[in-house]
């Protein structure tokens, strides 16, 4: 057996160094950190075995409604403390009561996770009422309103065209702290898809920065270099998520060797070194980025169809994905400020005050393929790699 830590107990076992940085650094600066972190670990001359995390939360979830939502949701709800809900169902989520219904929708598949907390978000529309934003927001229903595109991804289609049309919903999302979570992606059909965040970055982010400078905004689901650099060196009230899947494929995944649908989500994967971007970025501890998955079921026959549908499901096996990745970077010691701290003090939330338990197996952990739905398969994302890491939580939903 090898030895177990909590992070959390071995960072405040430090306290006696002053301060703690965990700036993202591409040249290699000292990471205070990671030094606590093993010099605490150098009495265990045996490999880190077993991890304790405050119980993670996912900032960035589709559960879907219906047959599809009661097949998910327990994949979520059994090891994350709660989730940033997306509202593009069809009809959208477009008020705080369409939210309040939702959240009791979701809420009626949860009875055996109890402490599973939903948190709704709404759809921003060129007609959104700032009104009954705030209201919402302020009586705890709403935690965000999300911003597409119209045209970007799945269900986007009232999404919004002309930016200067939102400006008082954002306006009055500024002024009670209610973040903006951002489809970062241009739709014109003239700039290449593979170009679209980065595009969007210089002709939409930067002049809704200027324009409504104290909105906190999360740029969702990071893809690029650029999106990392961009929001590093924005201010406080930015942030980016990053997902689990962009962290393990690059473009090649999804076209070299075949045409492969199950890796194919918005925004597209792109060239290797921007997936290194996001490794780095996620790995590093900087307070700017945190985990939302984008697990985003579909149908397969609605993935592997002559238009495939953009969404990798990824929640049965994001928490095992995610060790591996930090355990490849030598960087386990950061995987709860990602997963469990980060996007929690973002949103001006409390850390979880319990915890789960990692433990990496002698033996690779089989996943399911797939999950089962009253209408048919879900492919689980494959990673392509074989993972140790399990949560020490009983059987495994098959
Ligand atoms: O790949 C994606 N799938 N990206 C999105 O932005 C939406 C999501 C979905 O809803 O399926
Ligand atoms: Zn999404």
């Given at each position: 057996?090898?030895?177990?830590?909590?992070?959390?107990?071995?960072?405040?076992?430090?306290?006696?160094?002053?301060?703690?940085?965990?700036?993202?650094?591409?040249?290699?600066?000292?990471?205070?950190?990671?030094?606590?972190?093993?010099?605490?670990?150098?009495?265990?001359?045996?490999?880190?075995?077993?991890?304790?995390?405050?119980?993670?939360?996912?900032?960035?979830?589709?559960?879907?409604?219906?047959?599809?939502?009661?097949?998910?949701?327990?994949?979520?709800?059994?090891?994350?403390?709660?989730?940033?809900?997306?509202?593009?169902?069809?009809?959208?989520?477009?008020?705080?009561?369409?939210?309040?219904?939702?959240?009791?929708?979701?809420?009626?598949?949860?009875?055996?996770?109890?402490?599973?907390?939903?948190?709704?978000?709404?759809?921003l529309?060129?007609?959104t009422?700032a009104?009954?934003v705030?209201?919402?927001?302020?009586?705890?229903?709403?935690?965000?309103v999300?911003?597409?595109?119209?045209?970007?991804?799945?269900?986007?289609?009232?999404?919004?065209?002309?930016?200067?049309?939102v400006?008082p919903v954002l306006?009055a999302m500024?002024?009670?702290?209610?973040?903006?979570?951002?489809?970062?992606?241009?739709?014109?059909?003239?700039?290449?898809?593979?170009?679209?965040?980065?595009?969007?970055?210089?002709?939409?982010?930067?002049?809704?920065?200027?324009?409504?400078?104290?909105?906190?905004?999360?740029?969702?689901?990071?893809?690029?270099?650029?999106?990392?650099?961009?929001?590093?060196?924005?201010?406080?009230?930015?942030?980016?998520?990053?997902?689990?899947?962009?962290?393990?494929?690059?473009?090649?995944?999804?076209?070299?060797?075949?045409?492969?649908?199950?890796?194919?989500?918005?925004?597209?994967?792109?060239?290797?070194?921007?997936?290194?971007?996001?490794?780095?970025?996620?790995?590093?501890?900087?307070?700017?980025?945190?985990?939302?998955?984008?697990?985003?079921?579909?149908?397969?026959?609605?993935?592997?169809?002559?238009?495939?549908?953009?969404?990798?499901?990824?929640?049965?096996?994001?928490?095992?994905?995610?060790?591996?990745?930090?355990?490849?970077?030598?960087?386990?010691?950061?995987?709860?400020?990602?997963?469990?701290?980060?996007?929690?003090?973002?949103?001006?939330?409390?850390?979880?005050?319990?915890?789960?338990?990692?433990?990496?197996?002698?033996?690779?952990?089989?996943?399911?393929?797939?999950?089962?739905?009253?209408?048919?398969?879900?492919?689980?994302?494959?990673?392509?790699?074989?993972?140790?890491?399990?949560?020490?939580?009983?059987?495994?939903?098959?």
């Open positions: 057996m090898g030895a177990g830590i909590s992070v959390a107990e071995c960072l405040a076992s430090a306290a006696s160094v002053p301060c703690m940085t965990h700036d993202l650094s591409r040249d290699g600066t000292f990471d205070r950190g990671k030094m606590e972190f093993m010099e605490h670990n150098m009495a265990a001359v045996e490999p880190i075995t077993s991890l304790t995390l405050r119980r993670p939360d996912d900032w960035h979830l589709h559960l879907r409604d219906g047959a599809m939502l009661s097949a998910v949701v327990a994949d979520t709800a059994q090891h994350f403390g709660r989730a940033i809900v997306m509202p593009n169902l069809v009809p959208p989520v477009l008020t705080g009561a369409d939210a309040s219904a939702y959240r009791d929708r979701i809420l009626a598949h949860c009875a055996g996770y109890p402490k599973f907390q939903p948190l709704m978000t709404l759809y529309t060129e007609t009422d009104n009954d705030v209201k919402a927001a302020e009586a705890g229903i709403v935690h965000a999300k911003l597409y595109p119209a045209g970007a991804t799945t269900n986007s289609a009232s999404g919004v065209r002309d930016f200067d049309k400006r306006e500024a002024e009670i702290g209610l973040p903006l979570c951002i489809h970062g992606e241009v739709t014109e059909p003239s700039v290449d898809i593979f170009d679209r965040e980065a595009v969007f970055i210089d002709r939409v982010l930067r002049p809704l920065r200027a324009a409504v400078p104290s909105l906190k905004m999360i740029l969702e689901h990071v893809t690029t270099a650029d999106g990392v650099d961009f929001v590093r060196d924005a201010g406080d009230n930015m942030a980016a998520t990053i997902t689990t899947h962009h962290l393990f494929i690059n473009r090649n995944h999804i076209l070299a060797g075949g045409l492969r649908p199950h890796y194919y989500c918005l925004p597209v994967a792109k060239r290797e070194r921007h997936r290194l971007a996001l490794v780095a970025a996620a790995t590093s501890g900087a307070r700017q980025f945190f985990l939302g998955t984008d697990s985003a079921p579909h149908l397969d026959t609605d993935k592997q169809s002559a238009c495939g549908c953009a969404g990798i499901y990824t929640a049965p096996n994001t928490l095992s994905c995610l060790a591996h990745v930090f355990e490849a970077e030598s960087a386990l010691e950061q995987l709860e400020a990602f997963t469990s701290l980060n996007g929690a003090a973002f949103y001006g939330l409390p850390p979880a005050n319990d915890t789960i338990k990692l433990v990496k197996r002698d033996e690779a952990v089989v996943f399911p393929a797939s999950r089962k739905t009253a209408n048919g398969e879900v492919t689980i994302f494959d990673c392509g790699v074989p993972l140790y890491w399990e949560i020490d939580a009983g059987p495994m939903r098959v």
